[in-house]
């Protein structure tokens, strides 16, 4: 069995090793897993809520957008 890390300078403890594996392993297991497919868009065309019209706000033409189109 061949060691696949290496400490090349200092003096590391046996945790601190412990926590570098964990770290690289943690790093690697994330990259192997597949990414989830994003969820479709929401479609909104049966939103009830669309119908509305936008409220009026009072300006130079407020008359005009004061009925519905």
């Known amino acids: 069995m061949t ?15 412990a926590a570098l594996a964990a ?4 790093r690697e297991s994330s990259r192997a ?3 989830a ?10 939103n009830p809520a ?3 019209r936008n409220p009026v706000v009072p300006g ?3 008359w005009r957008m ?3 189109p």
């Open 60 to 62: 130079k033409s407020a």
């Open 23 to 26: 770290v690289l392993a943690a």
């Open 3 to 17: 060691a696949h890390l290496r400490i090349v300078r200092g003096d590391a403890t046996p945790e601190e090793i």
């Open 33 to 35: 897993e597949p990414k």
């Open 37 to 46: 497919a994003p969820a479709p868009p929401r479609q909104t065309w049966r």
């Open 50 to 52: 669309r119908g509305m």
């Open 66 to 68: 004061s009925a519905l």
